[in-house]
């Protein structure tokens, strides 16, 4: 009947997602790190959700430096993916976040950045998944039952995560974690990365310095 037929995908929504290999070593770190930031008192509750989370400089402490070398590599992996033309771009915002049995994390996005990830340094079975939210609000106008839930008809997308795992997404995408139904604690580290120096078209260009 057709003499030919394409499904076009236009204005995807991207995850990118890692796994960091032997990444045990790495993960004991991390915790050591994260306890004594707890036992010197840093860091503050939460009250959207529960847990516990630290302030957002992590990025600047020697003891993440073997992190923050993963974070900017898979940042620059995902730069170039998308093609931008930029002079610089840094991290602007790293911090652990601590959620124990029953805690979650409502629905959010990151203002003020231009791509965001989470890596995960303890996700024990039942710790909650993350998930992702269509940012088209018409797509919910018209929601037919579905055979099959596949990324094309799917109003949210779910990554149930390991230890070892980094996911990065644009900062505007909006997301939420799961009540951790564990009795043991899930620990991630998120981040935010921003642009440096001249940003934009001829007719609309702006400077920003980290």
Same mark, same amino acid.
């Given at each position: 009947?057709?003499?030919?037929?394409?499904?076009? $995908?236009? &204005?995807?929504?991207?995850?990118?997602?890692?796994?960091?290999? =032997?990444? *045990?070593?790495?993960?004991? $770190?991390?915790?050591?790190?994260?306890?004594?930031?707890?036992?010197?008192?840093?860091?503050?509750?939460?009250?959207?959700?529960?847990?516990?989370?630290?302030? %957002? +400089?992590?990025?600047?402490?020697?003891?993440?430096?073997?992190?923050?070398?993963?974070?900017?590599?898979?940042?620059?992996?995902?730069?170039?993916?998308?093609?931008? =033309?930029?002079?610089?771009?840094?991290?602007?915002?790293?911090?652990?976040?601590?959620?124990?049995?029953? $805690?979650?994390?409502?629905?959010?996005?990151?203002?003020?950045?231009?791509?965001?990830?989470?890596?995960?340094?303890?996700?024990?079975? +039942?710790?909650?998944?993350?998930? &992702?939210?269509? #940012? /088209?609000?018409?797509?919910?106008? &018209?929601?037919?039952?579905?055979?099959?839930? %596949?990324?094309? =008809?799917?109003? /949210?997308?779910?990554? /149930? #995560?390991?230890?070892?795992?980094?996911?990065?997404?644009?900062?505007?995408?909006?997301?939420?974690?799961?009540?951790?139904?564990?009795? %043991? $604690?899930?620990?991630?580290?998120?981040? =935010?990365?921003?642009?440096?120096? *001249?940003?934009?078209?001829?007719?609309?260009?702006?400077?920003?310095?980290?």
């Amino acid at each position: 009947m057709f003499a030919a037929t394409e499904a076009i $995908e236009v &204005f995807p929504s991207c995850l990118w997602v890692h796994e960091i290999g =032997n990444s *045990e070593d790495l993960n004991t $770190e991390l915790k050591e790190s994260v306890n004594a930031i707890m036992a010197a008192g840093g860091g503050r509750k939460r009250t959207d959700g529960g847990g516990w989370t630290s302030e %957002t +400089d992590l990025h600047e402490r020697d003891e993440f430096t073997r992190l923050t070398q993963y974070l900017v590599a898979a940042s620059e992996g995902v730069l170039h993916f998308l093609r931008f =033309n930029y002079e610089h771009f840094y991290i602007s915002e790293c911090w652990a976040n601590l959620s124990g049995h029953d $805690e979650d994390h409502p629905r959010h996005n990151h203002p003020n950045a231009l791509l965001s990830g989470v890596y995960y340094v303890s996700a024990p079975e +039942d710790c909650g998944a993350i998930n &992702f939210y269509d #940012p /088209r609000p018409q797509a919910s106008v &018209f929601y037919p039952s579905v055979k099959e839930l %596949t990324p094309h =008809n799917s109003h /949210r997308h779910e990554i /149930r #995560p390991n230890a070892g795992m980094l996911i990065l997404f644009p900062s505007w995408l909006e997301h939420s974690v799961e009540r951790n139904k564990s009795s %043991t $604690e899930r620990l991630s580290i998120s981040f =935010n990365v921003m642009l440096s120096g *001249e940003i934009g078209y001829e007719t609309g260009k702006v400077r920003f310095e980290s």
